[in-house]
């Protein structure tokens, strides 16, 4: 039967697929001749062509969401053959009512890739266009399509002048790259971002695979495991860096890398912070141990990850937030209520409805008497 709840059941992190329209249509007409586009692979497939990256996005894994293992492939898939709600909005509700959910936080498939392009400027150009997508993707039904724009931090000056146009645009939030254009997100130079950003109350999301990585051992399969260190390696930046030291009110989303690790990551940075504090940064002073800034600060997304709801009263439980991944790949619709019957069972009914609605309604501002609860 799956699971039930009289409480409306969100997505903290959901995606859509860009449309071959998506960057051509709206982009700045000085970048139109380089704007990422849909090509025919031929065998391969359609792919997303990006200039000045060597690797083109095969389109099999980004909307494979309900498909068996032994039919997820990278290649050999046309666009045509994808999930229609991942960019068609009129088409989206009725997936999430299949999935049981009735709102999703959504975040780009090919603006995750983009965040690693090396130059700034045409990731500036691109992201703009898709924060103009997007926002006509939201507008069809905005209490339940929450989207999440994108900065490319060629500046904090900048990153300040794409805050406020977000927020004009009606999105929730602001999904950043892995790393900016000038020094870390540890750098003084970010406070004035920082207090812009707590100001207009947009949660800064850090999602995986936005930042660079470094080689992998063993088989490709092997990538898998990985994929988190870069999220971990970004929490604890801003932890040891001191900026929630700055900035108490400032709300950060590490997106789609579990939770489960969580526990024994909060251990091992106070661990690291008792027995090494010295190697802490000139001037930085924590006034409380590290684990107590990830506690209230940092949000944390995951899907299928029973160690998290497993793990829950050993981290703050008003952080964590469900998601269903889709249309991706690791995605858990169509059968995420029946996931959710099973791996929620030793939570207390407040704890389920927190990790469920809750915590993802508080942050984002979520007005939960305008959804309508999924069937």
Known sequence: ???????????????????????????????????????DGGERGDLFQIDGMPRTIAMGLVAAAGKPAEEITTEGVKFADLHRSGWDSSARLADQQRDGVAAEVIYPTVGMVLCNHPDFDYKKACFDAYNRWIAEYCSFAPNRLLGCGQTAMRSPAEGITDLKAIKALGLRGVMMPGEPAEADYD???????????IELQLPLSFHILTGPSGAVRGPRINSFLSIIR??????????????????????????????????????????????HRNWLAPGVELARLPSEYFSENIYT?????????????????????????????????????????EQTRQLSVEQTQSILCDNVAELYQIDLKSLEVAA
Not at 187 to 197: L, Q, V
């Open 1 to 39: 039967m799956g699971f039930q709840a009289p409480y409306p059941v969100i997505s903290a992190d959901s995606h859509i697929t860009e449309h071959p329209d998506t960057y051509l249509a709206h982009i700045d007409s000085a970048w139109k001749d380089k704007a990422p586009r849909v090509v």
């Open 187 to 197: 750098s003084d130079i970010y406070n004035p971002f920082w207090e812009k950003a």
């Open 230 to 275: 870069g999220n971990q390696d970004i929490m604890g930046t801003l932890i040891f860096g001191g900026v929630f030291e700055r900035y108490p009110e400032l709300k950060v989303v590490c997106v789609e890398a579990d939770a489960g690790w969580v526990p024994h990551y909060m251990y091992r940075m106070d661990h690291a912070y008792k027995r």
């Open 301 to 341: 997304t995951f899907q299928d990850d029973w160690v998290a709801f497993r793990m829950a009263n050993d981290m703050n439980w008003r952080r964590l937030m469900w998601a269903n991944d889709f249309p991706h790949s690791d995605s858990t619709w169509p059968w995420s209520m029946d996931m959710l019957e």
